[in-house]
Structures are given as structure tokens and as C-alpha cells.
């Protein structure tokens, strides 16, 4: 199994990313998808997850309004766009699947990470 984060940059506080998350080896719709992220001295934390089939979705407080996860089966990929960039929102972000059907905020739960991809929020 293997997943391929891109899209991380340098942007303002206020502007827009759209990461991508490239999965292979997997029965890509059977997979609960979801995205971390983790900043220098913290620990891991929950961002968003999608259910398999996209139907079921769950978002951290903090990012609640602002990013949006979205699938495409079809594609083998999943995508968090995130609008109205803070600084706090500066971190590697991950993306993650789990082999079991029920999504999870927890990352403990997931079996399979990608490498991660910088985003940095400038003020």
C-alpha cells in the first residue's frame, strides 16, 4: 500500500490549499481515508475523515467550516481542501487510511500513512 500526499506550500493567512492524497495497493472504497496533521512539539491530531464510500464525514472543531474533505473512488484519491488559512493551521499534514470500515478520529487506528506535506500559513 502506499500514499502520495501533494499540494503543501507556502501561503498567506487567508488564502487556499487543496491537498491530494495518491493511494495504490488497496481496495481504495473499502478504506475509511483521513487527514492529520502534526506540528514541531505536538503531538499528531485529527483533521477530517471520509467514510469508504464518502457518504459519512467528521471534522476536528478547529477546521470545522473551513476544510473539506472529498473523494474520488474512481481516482484512488482523496483531497482536503482548506480555505481561510490561519498560522495555527501550519503543520505536516498526512493523510491516512484504515483497514476497517468505521471511520476514526484516533490515529492509532489507522494502518497506512503517507509521507506528509509542508503547509506553512504566513501572517
Known amino acids: 500500500v502506499q500514499l502520495v500526499e501533494s499540494g503543501g506550500g507556502l501561503v498567506q493567512a487567508g488564502g487556499s490549499l487543496r491537498l491530494s492524497c495518491a493511494a495504490s495497493?488497496?481496495?481504495?472504497?473499502?478504506?475509511?481515508m483521513g487527514w492529520f496533521r502534526q506540528s514541531p512539539g505536538k503531538e499528531r491530531e485529527f483533521v477530517a475523515v471520509?467514510?469508504?464510500?464518502?457518504?459519512?464525514?467528521s471534522y476536528a472543531d478547529s477546521v470545522k467550516g473551513r476544510f473539506t474533505i472529498s473523494r474520488d473512488n474512481a481516482k484512488q484519491t482523496v483531497y482536503l481542501q482548506m480555505n481561510s488559512l490561519k498560522p495555527e493551521d501550519t503543520a505536516v499534514y498526512y493523510c491516512?487510511?484504515?483497514?476497517?470500515?468505521?471511520?476514526?478520529?484516533?490515529?492509532?487506528?489507522?494502518?497506512?500513512w503517507g509521507q506528509g506535506t509542508q503547509v506553512t500559513v504566513s501572517s
Open positions: 495497493g488497496l481496495t481504495f472504497s473499502d478504506y475509511p
Open positions: 491516512a487510511a484504515r483497514n476497517y470500515w468505521l471511520p476514526s478520529t484516533k490515529s492509532s487506528d489507522y494502518k497506512y
Open positions: 471520509m467514510s469508504g464510500n464518502g457518504g459519512s464525514t
